[in-house]
């Protein structure tokens, strides 16, 4: 519950060395002002297949996320790409689908209220919405939402499942994809993925087959767990300090700071998905290099602890203003989704403390679980009563 | 205060649009649109708060006078 005090004393040098679930070793780079600038220094290199790079550490041993070798993110494939995507977020987009978000948490809401309680958050209410959220834009149907949830938990899967298992699900949910796509070349609809299956038809040089079904399932992925783990993760840390959910209450105006600050001392991330290899020396802040064909790691939860930028850092301050916080990186990598990500997290966290004015813990914050080995960390089970 | 945006860098955000709505906005492609480079005086500290947050730092103060 509280923010690791692993994350102090840090950013004493730039950068560390950590050992990877695989056994391979990387570089974090650990002080904010390294990991933003690195963030968008074309000299460390998003294509970390091992296939073209075969000094590349491995996140895990069996599981390739990120490591697909017919994609190479960087520049200027990425900038081609990246276009066709971010037209669906911008601030006009995420807008009108705020009240969507607003409607999905009062149907949310209301079958909370009539099932039993104890209930777990996660499974009533920070999982579905930002999945139905997402299956709204992209255009996947409502009925597929549960095949489609066990599909992406096994793809996330660091070292939580067998590697049977794991590779099943990537199996599935390629297929999965595939058969969404089809769908939708044959009866295309007001979404991102039939926008997507235009511009691909439309000019083959834009977009090829196999990136047409990578991006959808990036985006798919991207758009749910991420933001789900922050709903329940987030909402678990306010009620465990009841005070902060009083002074909300008291001034709902608040939400908007209240949730990045959140972000910034999130506690369910891990910057394994940060992984990038030296194409060249760099140097760091601290003048230690970054040797060529080093893999690196940018630790955004270390940047957002940095003494030399946040006040008081390890202080939880739902006030906080200045909170330019790492959390969604930076750079041209920017997380696309991160728009509609604040979006969720102020709609999801106002309708629960608004509706269930007395909700809380129904077991001391310490206890809660936690789902390690998977990209995201947040708690696999969040027991709630009102 | 004088405002410029960089087009070509921009990543989409969409911070700016929500820092300084008057100032900033973005076309259907989502790149950034500069509404007015002169901004009022009480318009200067969403500008600046945008300038700060930009993740590709494509906007930038170019100069400020009273």
Known sequence: MEIPEAL???RKHSAVEVTLPSGDVALMVTRYKDVRSLFADHRLSRNISRRQRPDVARISADNELFADPNINPDPPDHIRVRGLVTR?????????????AQQICDELLDQMEAGPRPVDLNEAFAFPLPIRVICRLLGVPAEDMDTFRYLVDGFLSVTKLPVEEV???REGLWKYLGDLIDAKRADPADDLVSGLIKARDDDN???????LRFWTQGLLIAGYVT????IGAGTAVLLHHRELVKEIQQDWSLIPTAVEELLRTQIMGSSVGTLRYAVEDIP???????KKGTSVLLSEESANMDEDVFTDPFELDIRRTENHHMTFGAGLHYCAGAALARMELQVATKALLKRLPELRLAVPGEQLPRGLGGFTEGFTEIPVSW | MHVSANRETCTVSSLCVYRAPEVFDQDDEGQVVLLNAEPPPEQHEGVRDAVRSCPTRSLSIDYEVG
Do not use: K, M, W, Y
Request: glycine letters at 6%; aromatic letters at 2%.
């Open chain 1, 8 to 10: 102090r004393g840090l």
């Open chain 1, 88 to 100: 669906a977020f911008t601030a006009r987009r995420i807008e009108a689908l705020r009240p969507v």
């Open chain 1, 167 to 169: 590779n099943q699900c």
């Open chain 1, 205 to 211: 040089n834009r977009l090829s087959e196999h990136e």
């Open chain 1, 227 to 230: 933001t789900a783990s922050q």
């Open chain 1, 284 to 290: 760091l802040s601290d003048g230690s290099v970054v």
